[in-house]
């Protein structure tokens, strides 16, 4: 409902906005009123106010999803940008489904901005909107087993925040992780040949 509100208010400004323009145009012969920025800058508001009202939840530091805070007892079964994956593979060190239902960890202080299951390759889904350093980043939990925490939550790092899952049978368990420093695209498919947007998950945590 909120969404359908905003929805409602950005269409009111936007059509509001195109028709002082039209104004402009006819009577002013002067263009363009709508900072094309408008949009973007909108969007990154919703967080600011967010970490702004709750700075004890903006990031310092990242670690590993599992065996916290060095990922103990797991490997990187497919590495970022190996086969075109936008992410890292996680797996339990025993191999097979021996990781099912293992904790998933949040890798910083972050707002949850998505958890639900959105089926197909993906299964279970958690998103975190971290703010560091000034900057907004995006990581993305997928396939998990079970969901702990629901939209709009704010966490710290090392929160219990899933299990590691198979997205229903359709893989042996894993957890792939993607690390965004753009916050705003969709989902995506889990591989392609361009990384705009995307980060090397494992290097960005070890250096932050
Ligand atoms: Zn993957």
């Known amino acids: ?9 950005l269409s ?32 990154y508001a919703t967080y600011d106010s967010i970490f702004t009202q709750h700075p004890q939840f903006i990031a310092k530091k ?4 599992l065996g916290k805070p060095n990922a103990k007892g797991y490997y990187n079964a497919q590495k970022f940008t190996k086969n075109n994956h936008l992410g890292d593979d996680w797996n339990g060190n025993g191999g097979g489904n021996s990781d ?9 202080n972050g707002y949850v901005s998505f958890a639900k299951d959105i089926k197909g390759g993906w299964g279970n889904v958690i998103r975190i909107i971290h703010q560091y350093k000034g900057k907004y980043y995006e990581s993305v939990y997928a396939h998990c087993q079970t969901i702990k ?11 219990l925040i899933g299990a590691i899952g198979n997205a229903d049978g359709k893989y042996l368990a894993h957890l792939h992780l ?24 494992t290097k960005f945590i070890q250096k932050n």
């Open 149 to 159: 925490v629901n939209k709009g939550d704010l966490i710290k790092k090392g929160k």
């Open 178 to 201: 993607e690390i965004r420093d753009n916050i705003f695209m969709d989902i995506g498919g889990g591989y392609a040949k361009k990384t705009e947007g995307y980060l090397d998950p």
């Open 100 to 108: 099912l239902g293992d904790p998933i960890y949040s890798i910083a």
């Open 62 to 65: 990242f670690d590993f999803p």
């Open 1 to 9: 409902m909120k969404k359908v509100i905003s929805i409602f208010i």
């Open 12 to 43: 009111f400004i936007f059509f509001s906005g195109k028709e002082k323009r039209n104004t402009a145009v006819m009577y002013k012969n002067t263009v363009s009123i709508i900072d094309p920025n408008f949009f973007t800058q909108d969007r």
